[in-house]
């Protein structure tokens, strides 16, 4: 596997980011669509039928995306054998499904998430060609492949939703934007893979990818299983308005703590791999992504969190202001997910797995205490809850950090060295916010006005406190980021 070069990074980053600006603002903006005619209660429904999608889709996966990038060599028939298996156990979840949902129903004492389930099964197949499709094009460091695979995948998404909204039925929505988005990016993956798959299925070939990818799974089963108890807690231990304004306050910062950080993201693993057997520049390498993630999330995180009223009227109505407590409560798990997510896959690089699984079944045991807890607390607000989840993801990045060490020796001094200035300009630039909140004047203003004097606020304070990561981003723009090394 050859290093992967500055000017490819960069590269792949432009593409990264126009997928987030254009891919995912289509999905956006199909999604304040649906938020205004749909009712909180229909996103309480999404927040089961989504888990039950997420937790089988890491089943379908089994870790094997991220084996077929980090493994040094590979061959042809790697690829089909993976594929083939990955179908086989989505065809299976989905059978399985089918036969379960009366039980979901039951439970849940709703008969309409029977219904939803049992389509939403479907994506389990979808899932099987995207882990291998999306696989080869990170590994090749090809995201305009997958830039015009989202892109159009989210038109077809939105359009199939709002087709099924006005003709059908509203409770169908939000199941049919997903189930259609995600089968037509696996259609559009598969169609633009020069290379061809095929069935084949040999037990020791598929043995020796499997064996590293069974504990990439488990540490994604424990990720995912961490996420879905809390939301399935929630969703039996309070009503489904206030489930929905969770759910819909979990999308809003996920799409700027999760979607933006997965520009960057997306390319740590191939990235990390690459230099997997030299371990300082791995370090070094490690220092300055930190230091970009903490740079651009930071900010937008604590941006989100002052001014989530505004956005939520301008985004989703006055409905929706119950979900912005929420919000800023989520504000700081979403804050820590980059630290969470480069330590994650800086660990698969070399090799440690074992490490990662134990920090997410800490996580897990985390979580399952404050259920127990919340569960003999008969009245209790869910945003509490949101809080609770908030300190334990500050526990386990705490915990992520730590391991940096025995893993590239990034000590936790050097790492609070790179990310503290960063926190504290970040909160000088954001104070001129809490002066323009006083003064009366429309939201679109108020929003402007905030964004365009933080914005400068944070490159001033930049420039004169010489932050690397800001420097270097300027050098390098002067350079030129086509320029060949």
């Known amino acids: 596997m050859k290093n992967i070069s500055k000017s490819s990074f960069v590269r792949s980053l432009l593409w990264k980011t126009l997928n987030l600006i254009l891919g995912r603002g289509v999905s956006l903006a199909f999604s304040i669509y649906f938020v205004r005619k749909l009712d909180p209660d229909s996103y309480g429904l999404m927040a089961v039928w989504s888990v039950v999608l997420s937790l089988g889709n890491i089943v379908v996966n089994c870790g094997l995306d991220t084996v077929l990038i980090q493994k040094p060599n590979i061959k042809n028939e790697d690829w089909d054998i993976a594929f083939s298996s990955c179908f086989y156990r989505g065809l299976l979840l989905f059978f399985l499904l089918l036969i379960s949902a009366p039980l979901f129903s039951n439970f849940y004492g709703s008969n309409t998430l029977g219904e939803l389930l049992r389509i939403a099964g479907l994506d389990f197949i979808s899932q099987s060609i995207i882990t291998v499709c999306l696989a080869n094009a990170m590994r090749n460091m090809n995201f305009k492949r997958i830039f015009i695979a989202d892109l159009s995948a989210a038109l077809l998404g939105g359009i199939g939703a709002s087709i099924c909204m006005h003709i059908i039925d509203l409770k169908w929505t939000l199941l049919v934007n997903t189930i259609v988005h995600r089968a037509g990016y696996a259609l559009l993956l598969l169609l633009l893979q020069k290379e061809k798959i095929h069935f084949s299925f040999k037990i020791y070939e598929l043995y020796e990818i499997s064996k590293c990818g069974i504990k990439v799974m488990t540490n994604g089963l424990l990720d995912i299983l961490t996420s879905s108890v809390s939301s399935l807690f929630s969703a039996k231990k309070w009503n489904q308005t206030d489930v929905g304004y969770s759910q819909q306050a979990s999308k809003l910062t996920m799409l700027l703590g999760v979607e933006t950080y997965n520009v960057i993201s997306n390319l740590l693993l191939p990235t990390f791999s690459s230099y997997q057997k030299d371990r300082d520049q791995l370090k070094k390498i490690s220092r300055s992504i930190m230091k970009c993630s903490c740079y651009i999330m930071f900010p937008l995180m604590m941006g989100l ?41 800086l660990n698969y690089s070399v090799g440690r797995y074992r490490k990662n699984m134990q920090i997410e079944f800490y996580r897990l045991v985390f979580v399952i205490f404050a259920i127990i807890i919340f569960s003999f ?37 050097e790492i609070l060295t790179d990310i503290i200035p960063i926190l504290l300009i970040t909160s000088i630039s954001i104070l001129p916010v809490f002066l323009l909140k006083v003064i009366k004047m429309p939201v679109v203003l108020f929003l402007f006005l905030s964004v365009s004097i933080a914005v400068i606020l944070y490159f001033f304070f930049s420039f004169i406190f010489k932050l690397d990561i800001f420097n270097y981003a300027v050098n390098y723009i002067k350079e030129g980021i086509w320029k060949k090394e």
């Not at 505004?310 to 979403?334: F, M």
């Not at 989840?389 to 025995?406: C, D, M, P, R, V």
């Open 305 to 345: 969190c002052v001014c989530a009223p505004e956005i939520t009227v301008l985004l989703y109505t006055d409905k929706w202001l119950p979900s912005v407590p929420i919000i800023r409560a989520l504000c700081i798990y979403y804050a820590l997910n980059p630290i969470r997510q480069l330590c994650m896959n």
């Open 377 to 413: 607390i008969k009245k209790v607000d869910i945003t509490i809850f949101a809080l609770a989840q908030s300190n334990i993801a500050f526990l386990t990045s705490f915990q992520y950090l730590s391991s940096l060490k025995e893993s590239v020796d990034y000590k936790v001094k």
